[in-house]
């Protein structure tokens, strides 16, 4: 299988939202949430034959931090090395070498402990929307 990860693609919005609506943490986000979302994003895009197999967003200051959220591959493709071929990509963007990263997951800290994340005691707050 051959897979091309591409860098701020325009994408369908429906299509985007279809892979996120497979996901615990955005299967009830909004549409209009995501739009604003993926403007203000550096959004990392997996395909297979032209179809959208995975999607990831960056939010980053550029200086300081960014933040890699919404990671996700379509549950037809999962454990075929496309989140490994998006986290590669992201791991060699040369401006978010020298950042730090932040992220959550439930369930891929082995994923990303490959590209340099290390899992940390609970030492985070949040803000729940409102």
Not at 29 to 44: D, F, G, P, Q, T
């Amino acid at each position: 299988m051959e897979i091309e990860v591409k860098l701020n693609q325009k994408e369908d919005i429906n299509t985007i939202m279809a892979l996120l609506k497979t996901s615990y943490w955005a299967k009830d986000r909004l549409e209009e949430v995501m739009v604003k979302a993926i403007e203000h994003s550096e959004c990392i895009y997996a395909y297979e034959k032209q179809n959208l197999v995975g999607f990831a967003r960056l939010v980053t200051d550029y200086a300081t931090v960014f933040w890699l959220c919404d990671v996700i591959v379509s549950e037809n493709h999962r454990h075929e090395g496309i989140g490994k071929s998006m986290m590669h990509y992201i791991a060699n963007l040369p401006y978010y070498k020298s950042l730090k990263g932040v992220l959550a997951t439930n369930d891929a800290f082995g994923l990303y402990e490959q590209y340099g994340f290390v899992k940390e005691p609970v030492k985070m707050m949040t803000k729940p929307r409102l």
